[in-house]
């Protein structure tokens, strides 16, 4: 180290320190140094102004105001009588003399003492405004890219430091893409190298080198790591059979037992009764098990189909309960896999003949013996079978919706096969099931439609005793229909209508036919509400039209969301979301949300932020709302409109669509356990934030 660098270290060191700009507010700033001779000292420095780059003219008045007089206090905070001295210029042999004062040799920091007056060598003739300048434009504007004139003795027209005019890294985004980056999809891009190395020769020959770093990068990445405990695994297989298995009810529990042929499942389940043992660590380890089980069925896929018929269904089941962690974990890179792999795993399902079964009817009045044993072991087959082929059907739907993009699957009513009563899938052993069978025989034909009911039937037969597993199957369908209705074809014109129909049958034959079910009747009420949200608005422009994309504009999106906005269309959906609002509080505390309902209410929320973002001043009141319940579904729920007016406004007026997105926000962080509600309330959040500019 030079005496130069030494004083300039000296230099910026100490400005750092004592320059701090604090606008019109004047702030005191401490520096200890040592004196020679004596205890450690502190210099009580005042600075009463803003940092702003020194210019030659003014280079003195400018540091005489900021190195005035100082109080000077020993250790023990005595006064010292010393003051510091500002000359206006710096000599020229400033690094000579301090070389000759100061062994550079046998320089260290702790060595170096100061006296009190040590300003009388920093401001001397030769004063290196160029380091000053430095120093100080670093402080304000810190990561700018800064310009400097490489003589700062000769020309010194610098003017004061603008900082709306640098060009900050740290700048805000435009409000679009601002957007982008806080949306519940958005991955953040991250900078990989490519698959294969650049071939060092010239000529693109390939040498060992090159061939060497190319069998490395093709090695897989297989997460390392190891099982948790055994007591952990309990926990969680408890937790699932008891949180998620009445939900998603598509493995089997009484006849469940972890054996070699299905361990992959019973760490997916596991994985999945992580999420309800409240405990981040747990988590952690769910998430941990997801992704090495993930990558294990990607990786082994050729063996699990060619594998037995058990164990085939055992990891599918496995793989449909994954990708249920995923989504409802929500990080956007697990949203994004299990979209990516959804497309391998109906693939799989076919492969496996899960959407052709087979059966034949079961007539219990003519079994006898053991035959009731083997019956039920061939019944539960093939409903597990049936039940994979809902799961698939319902994840397919949960996607379109979530990514708003077309399902993978051909959705029809019609093509879902009946699952029979969830009483009788949690039938304890094949005694049991024998009693319920009986009971419910001749009530209905539980397995299959009549092979004359029409493909396109637009009425709904829903059997007596389906399973409300079933029932949500059915009515994702139908979502997906509705969602579908915005882009028609040449073929089917009037699937809107359609849908309309078929979701005004499902409410009539619904009613009549189901028991009251404490899991599932606020549940398939708010599906249902969801689904004619999902018919009047295109969520996909109305995304767009918010930000989701980025920053450019999307001339499509902004003029249907502004013709949305002032339509009927528009009107019913709110009246829809309120609905929504009120099955949601109705639910008792405590009780289960079946996976589709986060995103219900995330669709609540973003037709009130559109109605108010992009339908001007408008307010939603009891008069408007008036002229919607002629539509046909608004008359199913209520005898009067006053009624239903009365439980879906109360004593209010009218709503204003700011508080109704905050209510939203607010329901979305209720529903306890899942990541997904809590990242669905952030997008919303940050639309309002941006919109309304309240912080």
Not at 89 to 108: G, I, K, M, R, Y
Not at 279 to 307: C, D, Y
Not at 609 to 620: A, N, T
Request: glycine letters at 6%; proline letters at 6%.
């Amino acid at each position: 180290m030079t005496a130069e660098d030494v004083t300039q270290d000296l230099t910026t060191d100490y400005l750092s320190l004592s320059m701090v700009q604090s606008g019109d507010s004047p702030r005191v700033s401490t520096v200890t140094v040592s004196g020679a001779g004596s205890d450690d000292v502190a210099l009580d420095h005042l600075v009463s102004r803003s940092l702003q780059p020194i210019h030659n003219d003014t280079a003195a008045e400018n540091l005489s105001d900021s190195f005035g007089p100082a109080e000077i206090t020993d250790g023990g905070g005595n006064p010292l009588e010393a003051i510091v001295t500002a000359p206006h210029l710096l000599p020229d042999n400033v690094n000579e003399a301090f070389q000759d004062s100061v062994n550079t040799q046998d320089l260290h920091a702790s060595d170096i003492e100061i006296e009190t007056g040590w300003a009388s060598w920093l401001l001397c003739d030769d004063f290196n405004l160029d380091s000053i300048n430095s120093s100080l434009l670093q402080a304000t504007a810190g990561e700018a890219s800064l310009d400097y004139h490489t003589d700062f003795t000769e020309q010194f027209n610098i003017q004061p430091l603008n900082m709306n005019s640098l060009p900050m890294k740290r700048k805000f985004q435009q409000d679009g893409d601002s957007i982008r980056r806080k949306w519940h999809t958005y991955c953040q891009p991250t900078p990989l190298g490519g698959m294969a190395p650049d071939p060092t020769p010239e000529n693109g020959q390939i040498d060992e080198a090159y061939r060497q770093e190319l069998a490395e990068r093709l090695q897989p990445r297989v997460q390392t790591g190891i099982l948790p405990s055994t007591t952990f695994i309990q926990l969680c297989l408890r937790a699932y059979f008891k949180h998620f298995q009445p939900i998603f009810p598509i493995v089997h529990e009484p006849s469940f037992r972890p054996c070699k042929s299905n361990s992959i499942l019973l760490l997916s389940i596991c994985s999945v009764g992580s999420l309800f043992l409240g405990s981040p660590r747990a988590m952690e380890h769910g998430i941990s098990m997801f992704e090495r089980l993930q990558k294990a069925n990607v990786s082994s896929w050729e063996t699990l189909i060619s594998s037995s018929q058990d164990a085939c269904i055992a990891a599918l089941q496995a793989a449909l309960i994954g990708q249920a962690f995923g989504f409802l974990v929500g990080r956007p890179k697990d949203l994004a896999g299990i979209d990516f792999f959804h497309g391998g795993i109906n693939a799989w399902a076919r492969k496996a003949n899960v959407y052709r079964i087979n059966e034949s009817p079961c007539d219990p009045l003519s079994l006898r013996g053991d035959g009731w044993e083997t019956a039920w072991k061939k019944w539960v087959a093939t409903e597990e079978k049936k039940r994979i082929a809902l799961g698939i059907a319902m994840q397919d739907a949960e996607l379109m919706k979530l990514h708003l993009h077309e399902p993978i699957l051909r959705h029809d009513c019609e093509r879902l096969p009946i699952t029979d009563s969830d009483r009788l899938f949690a039938a304890p052993n094949a005694i049991h099931w024998k009693r319920l069978m009986i009971a419910n025989y001749g009530c209905t034909n539980r397995t299959q439609r009549p092979k004359d009911t029409p493909c396109h039937s637009e009425t709904i037969r829903i059997p007596k005793g389906v399973s409300n597993f079933g029932q949500c199957a059915l009515l994702d369908s139908i979502g997906v229909l509705a969602y579908e209705s915005h882009q028609p074809t040449v073929f089917e014109l009037n699937k809107a209508k359609r849908c309309q129909e078929l979701l005004v049958e499902w409410y009539n034959s619904y009613q009549s036919t189901h028991a009251s079910n404490v899991v599932w009747d606020s549940p398939l009420t708010i599906l249902w509400h969801a689904s004619f949200i999902m018919l009047y608005a295109n969520l996909d422009l109305l995304e767009r039209a918010c930000g989701r994309d980025g920053c450019e504009a999307d001339l499509d999106a902004l003029g249907y969301a502004r013709q949305w906005a002032k339509s009927d269309e528009a009107k019913r959906c709110l009246l829809h979301a309120a609905y929504i609002q009120n099955s949601f509080q109705s639910m008792p505390i405590g009780s289960l949300s079946p996976i589709h309902v986060p995103l219900c209410l995330y669709h609540c929320g973003m037709v009130w932020f559109c109605f108010g973002k992009f339908g001007g001043d408008s307010k939603f009141s009891k008069k408007k709302a008036e002229a919607q319940f002629k539509s046909p579904e608004f008359q199913l729920l209520r005898p009067s409109v006053s009624q239903s007016l009365n439980v879906v406004f109360g004593n209010l007026q009218q709503w204003d669509p700011t508080d109704q997105t905050f209510k939203f926000i607010e329901l979305l962080q209720r529903v306890p356990h899942w990541k997904l509600p809590s990242n669905l309330a952030a997008t919303l959040l940050a639309l309002v934030e941006e919109d309304q500019n309240m912080f």
